[in-house]
Nanobody, 119 residues
């Protein structure tokens, strides 16, 4: 089994920055893809960013140019650096891991961390 624990969420003003971290443990492989999803109240869950084992990245159009995903395989950790935050970025952010990026929504999920952006 895989355990994922997110940290770094909180309350920030619009225009501010936050960096989320996700530490993975258990039956993990450095070949795994990792990513971040989010779910805002009353909205569907959406993919925010993903990163492959070879560091290829993909972003939702709504966060391109503002968010950056990275990973440290030595620490089994993935990060999401969020800048120029907007109130519409308010959501619970989930860390996910799977054997490939197209399987992330069916992979292992962390419990989530709340990000609230005030206007």
């Amino acid at each position: 089994q895989v355990q994922l624990v997110e940290s770094g969420g909180g309350l920030v003003q619009a225009g501010g920055s936050l960096t989320l971290s996700c530490a993975a443990s258990g039956s993990i492989s450095r070949l795994n893809a990792m990513g971040w999803y989010r779910q805002a109240p009353g909205k569907q869950r959406e993919m925010v960013a993903s990163i492959t084992s070879s560091y290829g990245t993909n972003y939702a159009d709504s966060v391109k140019g503002r968010f950056s995903i990275s990973r440290d395989n030595a620490k089994n950790t993935v990060y999401l650096q969020m800048t120029s935050l907007k109130p519409e970025d308010t959501a619970v952010y989930y860390c996910v891991m799977a054997s490939a990026t197209f399987l992330l929504d069916k992979g292992s999920w962390g419990p989530g961390t709340q990000v609230t952006v005030s206007s």
